[in-house]
């Protein structure tokens, strides 16, 4: 049971470059999160995804791009890297709960840590 | 900002003692998450508890929730060295519906030190 992992672990890229960090599950879990985590700032929201081809903007969304072509897979993309996105990203994911009440619990990967030089 | 806010910020105990962390939100919520990170770590979630309930408990963890007042609060009894880590509550928001919005919004966290 692989659950979610996320790759790279450790990234180490230049200003200006494009940098993409890749979630993969094995739940068939219908939604996706990526977070940011920063000192100071907790857990951040950049992006979610309640489905296939269907993605939302969190809190922190400006300079990433997110894609959801499969349920298992969901990337983030930073077009453009800037020293600000330095960070440690974590990818989320959780299953969709029939009922008025959608709630439910998220499973965290172990986080790529990302160094913009 | 929907935020949760949590204190203290930082708690250092000795091993045996309680651990009591706090969690603040600012609207109405469908239900009230915490979750535990150790040092370099993903999140791995705890106990959850629903707008409608008030407590609940989890082996040494009990969790409490005041809708009146807007907070929750996570203690851990009989603390050991191996419960050192950051502990963060997270908040599923009611939208205008009256249902989630499907994401969570996490507070800053506290640092739990256990010394053995």
């Known amino acids: 049971d692989a659950g979610i992992t996320q790759s790279p672990r450790y990234k180490i890229t230049e200003t200006g470059r494009q940098v993409t960090l890749m979630c993969h599950q094995t739940?068939?879990?219908?939604?996706m999160f990526w977070y940011r985590q920063d000192l100071g700032h907790g857990l951040r929201l950049i992006y979610y995804?309640?489905?296939?081809?269907?993605?939302d903007k969190g809190e922190v969304p400006d300079g990433y791009v997110v894609s959801r072509s499969k349920t298992e897979n969901f990337p983030l993309t930073l077009e453009s890297a800037t020293r600000s996105q330095t960070s440690v990203y974590f990818c989320?994911?959780?299953?969709?709960?029939?009922?008025?009440?959608?709630?439910?619990?998220?499973?965290f990967g172990a986080g790529t840590r990302l160094s913009v030089l | 900002s929907q935020q949760g806010e949590e204190d203290p910020q930082a708690l250092s105990i000795q091993e045996g003692e309680n651990a009591t962390m706090n969690c603040s939100y600012k609207?109405?919520?469908?239900?009230l998450q915490w979750y535990r990170q150790n040092s370099g770590r993903g999140l791995v979630h705890l106990i959850l508890?629903?707008?409608?309930?008030r407590e609940k408990h989890s082996g040494r963890l009990r969790v409490t929730l005041d809708t009146s007042k807007k907070s929750s609060s996570l203690l851990i009894t009989a603390s050991r060295a191996a419960d050192t880590a950051s502990y963060f509550c997270?908040?599923?928001?009611?939208?205008?519906?009256?249902?989630?919005?499907?994401?969570?919004?996490f507070g800053q966290g506290t640092i739990l030190t256990v010394h053995p």
């Open positions: 739940w068939s879990h219908s939604y």
């Open positions: 997270a908040t599923d928001f009611k939208n205008a519906g009256g249902t989630s919005y499907g994401k969570l919004t």
């Open positions: 989320a994911s959780r299953r969709a709960q029939p009922g008025p009440v959608n709630s439910g619990i998220q499973y």
């Open positions: 609207t109405s919520i469908n239900n």
């Open positions: 508890i629903r707008s409608n309930e």
């Open positions: 995804s309640a489905a296939a081809d269907i993605t």
